[in-house]
């Protein structure tokens, strides 16, 4: 199950040189940010392969709000309004297909592996 983290993008990134630096477990040194962008009522991209321990940040570009929701119930961003962010770390492996709350027909999946 993916872990949620709401925060601004600023902070994300601000944040990131400080967990270089820091002495947490050698396996989190591996980790990747992955970006998701919603824009034009769409996930870019809409199919997205990480590592386990990877991070997935969904930001939301378009006026009107989004989510990503995962299909099976272990993810929900919640309404990411334009400009919100949100970071989520995969800490297990598997294959999860999302969708916009409000927009059925925006669908994503992130495979694990």
Do not use: W
């Not at 989190?28 to 991070?55: K, Q, Y």
């Not at 334009?82 to 709350?101: H, K, M, N, P, W």
Request: net charge negative; aromatic share 8%; proline share 4%.
């Amino acid at each position: 199950m993916p872990h949620l983290t709401r925060r601004t993008t600023l902070a994300l990134f601000a944040a990131a040189p400080l967990a270089a630096l820091s002495g947490t477990a050698r396996a989190a040194s591996h980790a990747m940010t992955h970006e998701v962008a919603i824009e034009g009522f769409a996930f870019a991209p809409d199919d997205l392969t990480i590592g386990v321990g990877d991070t997935v940040v969904f930001t939301n570009r378009d006026g009107a709000p989004h989510t990503a929701t995962a299909s099976d119930g272990s993810f929900d961003t919640g309404r990411l309004n334009r400009g919100d962010s949100v970071s989520l770390t995969f800490e297990a492996e598997g294959t999860f297909d999302y969708i916009c709350q409000f927009h059925r027909a925006m669908k994503g999946k992130i495979t694990v592996s």
